[in-house]
């Protein structure tokens, strides 16, 4: 960077150590400060003073991180139009942001909300060394508490985080809910909002200056994100780095706690946004931690939940706690506790108490019927609670732990029908349920109704019937009585006794509380009228999709979306388009395909053409990476490109074509096809039209370089970056990033690659494509081979396999082939040739030619190591043009000389006329050595040295290495 222009010297304004702050301007004359700044920005990028203006006025009001994003800014236009550094009274600025205490918590520590609830909690039995080691700071960042249900995995977290408390570290308490399980990263969500409950107005409101992006998932905020300016992506990457910050901010003044019970509930962004919080909390040495209760068999096989859970181990960010059931001892305390503390609840005279409460404990606890309680519950703490409680109020106690829903049932039928009915209700809600809202219900949805007194006396019945419990709950933010089940299993019973007809009818009286009280909570409504079977539901369904989809909570967008499409009364082709959007981040691109063409089938029945070109573009692109790429060109044959057709479709079908002409190995063609796409898309306004120039430049810079055209490619990648991260969708500037970091390897920047490839790799993990992820990881472990890298190489393939395995992704035959070429320089050929083997089915499977070709050319070097040309000649059948290094070791071993010397002598001209030095080197390796072979000893050691000369200056280490083995192979042959 350039240093700034000859100028007078100017001092600082304020002095660096503690300038004065006096003579503050008032609220009115700094908000016209900020607007004239924010004006004069719009048109001046690089006008140095308004961004100073900006940073000092958000350094004001407190606003730390605004204040450092704005120097960012400020650096970076200074930079592109000037080539300057900031000034020293900027700097400043910055250096004082960057000083500044971070958001403020809650003065005085608490406990979460849920755990604020009733009394003290009972004694907690036999789990002192499993707690001991939940309290433990050393190890993962991630603990993941598992066991089954009723096993006392909440109460466990429960005790870790009152003690946490009282040693000073803040608990963040967030869960799922059954009835707002859809809610996009809702398990963040609700610690979030649980936390924000805790300050006041003035409070959130500086926390949601400081962090606007969480407006958009977080409506204590009182704010609405402007989602529809973002990409999906982009908005998802906002969301998780403002996370990050929130947290680390947090955790820069206190350890930081966050617990997340019953995760197994929770949608597939939660995992992800967890995932990425773990990975920036190790980079970071963020003093944040988190607690996670689960129940593996609740997630089916193949879930993608389960994947990123494997993941988190498998990188060592995550570890697995189990917890199993009470031994004896244990569960025999359990039982007295229980017994003592249903006979308090029944007893109102202090005078009585002691006495009766030792009759009825002495009672229960006597050897027989505890040992009774210890044998039918197993040491399930839930089951011996319950079996305890039914026998001390005069149940026999006849059940085994699988009738636990038979003990929740016996105790419904023992209370009066309006406790029993406002129990239902509250079943329908979910978990937990505003007093506010259970009480609406229940005077205006209930048949005959429950009002008033009486509907307050059923509800303590139910409370002293151990059903339910009265807890403070979280609603949009604020912190409001609520009424929550004991248990998730006492709720799901009663839940399941309901009838269908039952079911709807409180679904809907739930949906009209809600919506009276809080219009804007989409995903409760979208829930309450769907169950209701209600036509209000696809109103509620499409704004819930069109939330969670451009959060990029994805699975929670696919459930909403198959709702909305389900039903007749809504404009079911633009909702499957929405739809095979997200199956497409997903991964799911058969599923995706089939739903475009629903689609498509609605736009030509309605004649809309634009709109028929659009969706066979997204068709073709999605039959692509189905492995149908033959299916997507006859798609774009049959709904063409015309004179009529507007800019944006014209680029998208372009965009299609280019891609399946790659696919097909037909790359000048492709190239051409980005070419008129391009065209097109210069004619599309706003950001979109710059997401389909990257695009267009992407797909041109790709095709060129598969096509040896390697300077224009290089050219065209180049171009592409700046309207890449103008449109500032993560997956496409991460596809931008990977073909700038092929640019980079072809021309043997090797650590330069690598730096871009780490980049596109974290961009790919945060938008959650598990397939783009793979991809990523399989490149970098070939950049790490190339640099003599094997162990990274080898933890990269082997995350990669597992990662496209997992999905039969398209790039599956890419991580076969890669981790074969980790095996071949461990010398484990066979082991490779294995890997090699399972590569050529799944890429003759996809229909992939490029793929073919990577998997060929891996299995002729493969031979060409183990001496054997013929074997290597057979590979490269058909794929010669592609291959000339290979194939003239392969001509040279063979004895032809003379062919390999012009296969050699043709790549040498080719990599230095387009730059790609790693090709450079290769081809000198073997013209080297094909010349020394002729007898032309003096020119064949000039070639080698030459290749080690420019392999030591790159440096390209397996270039050097090749070099050696190749001088060892001419030595060996000259023995001979």
Known sequence: MGRRPSQPTRPPARAVAAPPRQGAPGPGAAADAVSVAQQVLAASPAEELAHRILMDAWLRQGLRRRAVHQYHVCREALDTELGVRPGPETEWLHRAALASAPAPGPATLLLPAPLRAGGPAPPLRGRDAVLDRLLAEAGPPVTLLTGEAGVGKTRLVGEVARRAVAAGTAVLWGGSQDAEGHTPYGAFAEALEGWLAEHTAAERARVGAEYPELAAFLPSLGQVGATGERSPEEERDRLF?????????????????????????????????????????????????????????????????????????????????????????????????????????????????????????????????????????????????????????????????????????????RIDADARRIVEALSVAGGEAALSELLDVAELGLRPPVSGAAAADALERAIAASLVEERQIVVAGRPVAGVAFRHP???????????????????????????????????????????????????????????????????????????????????????????????????????????????????????????????????????????????????????????????????????????????????????????????????VPGARGQGLVARAFALQAANLGLAGRFDQAREAG?????????????????????????????????????????????????????????????????????????????????????????????CFPYTLATMARVRLFSGETAEGAALLDRAERAAAAHGDRQAEHEVRTARAELALYARRPDDALRALEGYADDAPVPMAWAELLSGRAEAAVRLARAEVARAERTGERLAEVEARIVLGASLSRLARTPEGTTELSRAESLAEALPYPAGTRRATWARNLLHETQQH
Request: proline residues 3%.
């Open 489 to 683: 299993l006492v709720r799901l019973t009663c839940y399941e006794q309901l009838t269908v007809v039952r079911r709807r009818q409180l679904h809907a009286a739930f949906a009209q509380a809600v919506q009276r009280r809080r219009p804007d909570a989409v995903d409760t409504l979208a829930s309450h009228f769907a169950r209701a079977d209600d036509p209000r539901a696809a109103e509620y369904l499409r704004r819930a999709a069109e939330r969670a989809a451009a959060l990029y909570a994805n699975d929670t967008a696919d459930r909403y979306y198959r709702d909305l499409v389900d039903r007749l009364d809504v404009d079911a082709a633009r909702a499957r388009l929405a739809h095979a959007h997200v199956l497409r981040r997903m991964g799911h691109f058969a599923q995706a395909a089939d739903t475009v063409r629903l689609a498509l089938a609605e736009f030509e029945r309605r004649g809309d053409h634009d709109d028929e070109v659009l969706a066979a573009a997204l068709l073709a692109e999605t039959l692509v990476k189905a492995s149908s790429p033959r299916s997507g060109r006859r798609a774009l044959r049959e709904h063409p490109v015309t004179v009529d057709t507007a800019p944006e479709p014209a680029a998208g079908h372009y965009l299609a074509l280019s891609v399946v002409r790659c696919v097909e190995g037909r790359y000048t063609a492709g190239a051409e096809a980005a070419r008129s796409a391009l065209t097109a898309a210069r004619s």
């Open 241 to 413: 780095r403002a996370s990050t910050a929130l947290l680390g901010d947090l955790a820069a003044v206190r350890p930081v706690l966050v617990v997340l019970d019953d995760l197994h509930a929770a949608d597939t962004g939660s995992y992800q946004l967890l995932g990425h919080l773990a990975r920036r909390a190790v980079e970071r040495g963020t003093a944040l931690r988190f607690l996670v209760t689960y129940r593996e068999e609740e997630l089916p096989e193949g879930d993608r939940r389960r994947s990123v859970v494997a993941s988190l181990i498998r990188q060592r960010l995550c570890v697995r706690e189990e917890l199993g059931r009470l031994d004896e001892e244990a569960c025999l305390a359990v039982v007295r506790d229980a017994a003592a503390d249903v006979s308090r609840d029944e007893h109102d005279t202090t005078a009585d108490v002691s006495h009766d409460v030792r009759d009825a404990t002495a009672d229960v606890s006597r050897d027989e019927r505890a040992r009774r309680v210890w044998e039918l519950s197993l040491g399930n703490p839930l089951f011996a609670v319950e079996l305890a409680r039914d026998l001390t109020a005069g149940g026999t106690g006849d059940f085994a732990p699988e009738g636990i829903r038979e003990l929740v049932s016996d105790r419904l039928v």
């Open 718 to 810: 180049d171009e592409a970056l700046a309207p890449a991260e103008t449109y500032g969708d993560p997956t496409l500037l991460g596809s931008v990033l990977s073909t700038l970091r092929e640019n980079a390897r072809r021309s043997g920047r090797l650590r330069q690659a690598v730096e871009i490839g780490a980049r596109a790799l974290g961009l790919a993990e945060q938008s959650g494509d598990p397939t783009a992820a793979a991809f990523e990881r399989t490149n970098l472990a070939e950049l790490r081979l190339l640099l003599e890298e094997p162990e990274p190489a080898r933890v990269l393939a082997e995350q990669a396999v597992a990662g496209a395995e997992a999905y039969d992704a398209w």
